[in-house]
Structure formats: C-alpha cells, structure tokens
C-alpha cells in the first residue's frame, strides 16, 4: 500500500479473477451500446487453461485504490511472438482502468513493466496482439465499436503516456456502404480473378472445417511479415471457430482457389450485435454501426505468388454480396494498418472509407 491508498496486487484467486474479468462492466457499463467481455474466457486465459496457453508466461495485476478495484492489466511474455521476430518485447494485455485514476494505472503499468524487464524483455507494447489484445479507440468514443473491438475511453490515452508510452502504430477500420451501385461493381471482380485462374468458394462450399484449416495456414502465409502477427497452429483455431459453421459466418466467409489449391482466404461475420452487444432497452444502433445491417470482414489474405490476380477483391466481393442477400447495408473492413497500402487500396476499391482509428502504444526500456 503506498500513501495514496493505492495498492498493486498480483491476481491470484478465482474470486479476483472474476472481479478482474467483470472491471469492464464498470468502464463500459453505462454506455448505450457495447460488446461486453467473454468473462469466463478471460478466466480460462488467466488459469493457463487457455489452447494459447502453452506460448504464453503471464502476471495479471489489480490495482485498488481504498481496496476497491481501480484498473487492471496482464503483462504477457509471448515466447511464440518473441522466436517469431527475434525481439524481446513483452505485451500489456486486458487493460482496462476507471476514470481519474492517472496515479493508480501508472504505478500498475510500471510494476507490470518491471515484470517484464525482469523476464529480459526491452520494451512493452499494449494494444495489438494476435487473439489477445486490441488497440485503442482514437475517436468514436462512446458508440458501438466494430465486432471484437472496444472504444476504449479517451483517458486511456493520458494513461499509457503518463506511464512513459508513445504512440506505436495507427490502424483504421473501413466501412462500405452496400448500396446498389457498390454491389454493382462485385461481379466483374468475381470474373477477372476467374480470368486469372481464381474462384472462390464460401466456407460452406468447401467444407466448413477444412476451410477453418485452409484458412489458418493462408493466414500464417500471408501474415508471415505482418507487423504484430505470430504464428498460430490448426489445433488452437479449430476450437475457436467451429462452433460457427452452422451461422451465417460460412456463407460470408470465402477463400480464393487457384489450381486446386487455395490460395486466399477472407472470415467474415454477420452484424452480432443482436446476439452480443449490449444494447440499452430502446436505444437504436446506427445503421453502420450495427442493429441487424453490418457485417465484417475480419481478415484477408492472399498467398505471395497470388498478389496481384484480384484474388482479394473477389473473395472480398463475394462475401459482400452474401452479406447484402442477408440483408445487411454495410460491411466493416476491419483494422488495417495506417502503412499498409495494399488492404487500404483493397478497401478503397471495394468502395470502403475509413470510419474509426486506433492506436497501439509502446515503451522501450532505456537500459
Ligand atoms: C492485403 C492483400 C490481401 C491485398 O491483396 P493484393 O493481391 O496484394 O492486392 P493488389 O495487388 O490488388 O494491390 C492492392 C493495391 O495496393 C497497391 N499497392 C501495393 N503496394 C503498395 C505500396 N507499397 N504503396 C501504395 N500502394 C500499393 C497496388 O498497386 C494496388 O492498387 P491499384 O490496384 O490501385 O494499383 C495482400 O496484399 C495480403 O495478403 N497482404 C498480407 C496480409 C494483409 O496485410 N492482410 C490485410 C490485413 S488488414
């Protein structure tokens, strides 16, 4: 306990985890609409019960002020990421903290920091890694965030940089308004990939599992250079995205084949926001925000010898056009990086424009 009747306390207990998992509850609560936590998956990933578990050292700490939870955060060493890149960087995970608590959250990211420097790890980034973490709202503060993402209060932002962080990365989420003209344009991009020697197939077509392990080895391709990507195994994937195959997620979700082979892949979901958001009694969700009319493409890729075929925006196109016979109005094109010109340019073509930024924050340890 320091002067201030703060305290920093490693997470230890079922109790405290759950308390731990819950914080969001307080952060996010009173907002109109929200995606809220899988609590008992976060407990799964702090109990080292999680299939990721096996590449991961964690500490999860709370910090209480008056004994009442103020912020919380886990500092992970991903061995997986580290080999992957041949870095020793270690990732603050699960942040989350109640307003004005500047003091409360700096001395948790520091001991969380220590932690990590302890580990050997040079510097500690917070708000990207694979299944893991998410970035950080820079605008839309307070509406429903695309699928998987959080629109993080903006006090966060005076959080990480009290606490010695710079900005590390930007990335955009793109949003494409389905209208007629739009699906319009899809079908000539279907037929010049075909041209090419590329179709594409939905999920469903292919066989759903299959796919799901089609998908896991494009992406470890595709991703292969991708800032902020490690490797992930068929065996961990396949728990994760199974209990989709009955949903819409196998129509909308595509890959591109090539010769026998497959040799893109895209997931893509329906608009969850009915069956997983919390949405206040009587409040209407924008039409691009959720409510029934926005699906998302989550993901893309295309093997390297196929760039430049048009494998991207067929697979892309196909699964747009599903989404609208579904009834949705707007797809998201979710979070690309600020450098990364060939999605922005695939986003733009499909007739995407960006709708909501984020930012990824970094410290390097000075030695
Ligand atoms: C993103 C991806 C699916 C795009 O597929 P692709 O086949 O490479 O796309 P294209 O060849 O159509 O290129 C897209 C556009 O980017 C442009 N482009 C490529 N590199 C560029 C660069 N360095 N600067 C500016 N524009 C660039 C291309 O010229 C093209 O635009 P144009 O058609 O107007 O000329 C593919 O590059 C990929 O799998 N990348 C790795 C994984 C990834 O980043 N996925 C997206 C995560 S958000």
């Not at 997986?80 to 989350?96: A, C, D, P, S, V």
């Not at 009955?246 to 969850?272: K, Q």
């Not at 990086?337 to 073509?349: F, H």
Request: charged share 20%.
């Amino acid at each position: 306990m320091r002067g201030d009747g703060v305290s920093i306390e490693a997470v230890t207990s079922r109790d405290a985890m759950t308390e731990f998992a819950m914080l969001p509850f307080q952060v996010y609560g009173e907002r109109e609409a929200w995606w809220p936590p899988d609590v008992q998956n976060e407990i799964d990933l702090l109990c080292s019960r999680a299939p990721i578990s096996s590449h991961l050292a964690m500490m999860p700490l709370a910090a209480r002020r008056a004994g009442k939870l103020v912020a919380r955060v886990t500092a992970v060493v991903n061995f997986r990421y580290n080999t992957h890149w041949n870095e020793q960087i270690g990732q603050l995970i699960h942040f989350e903290a109640l307003p004005n608590e500047t003091a409360a959250a700096a001395s948790m990211i520091e001991e969380a920091a220590q932690w990590l420097r302890q580990r050997g790890m040079t510097a500690v980034r917070s708000g990207f890694a694979a299944f893991l973490d998410y970035p950080y709202a820079v605008d839309n503060y307070c509406t429903l965030p695309p699928f998987l993402l959080r629109n993080s209060p903006e006090y966060y932002h005076n959080y990480f940089k009290s606490a010695g962080f710079m900005t590390e990365k930007g990335l955009t989420d793109f949003t494409i308004a389905l209208t007629p003209q739009t699906l319009a344009s899809y079908p000539k991009m279907i037929d010049d990939a075909a041209r090419r020697g590329v179709r594409v197939q939905t999920w469903r077509e292919h066989g759903f599992m299959n796919a799901v392990d089609a998908w896991t080895d494009v992406t470890n391709s595709a991703f292969e250079r991708h800032w902020g990507w490690n490797p992930i195994t068929r065996e961990e994937v396949r728990p994760m995205l199974a209990g989709l195959a009955r949903t819409e997620v196998a129509d909308l979700s595509t890959l591109a084949i090539a010769g026998g082979d497959v040799v893109g892949a895209v997931f893509a979901v329906p608009d969850f926001s009915a069956r997983l958001a919390r949405v206040r009694h009587g409040v209407r969700l924008e039409e691009t925000r959720g409510g029934g009319t926005r699906g998302a493409l989550i993901n893309i890729g295309v093997l390297e010898g196929w760039r430049g075929t048009g494998a991207n925006l067929a697979m892309a196109a196909r699964s747009f056009s599903a989404m609208a016979r579904q009834g949705m109005k707007y797809a998201g094109y979710t979070l690309v990086l600020d450098e990364n010109w060939p999605s922005r340019r695939t986003a733009q073509k499909l007739g995407g424009a960006i709708t909501s930024n984020f930012v990824v924050y970094r410290r390097d340890f000075v030695k």
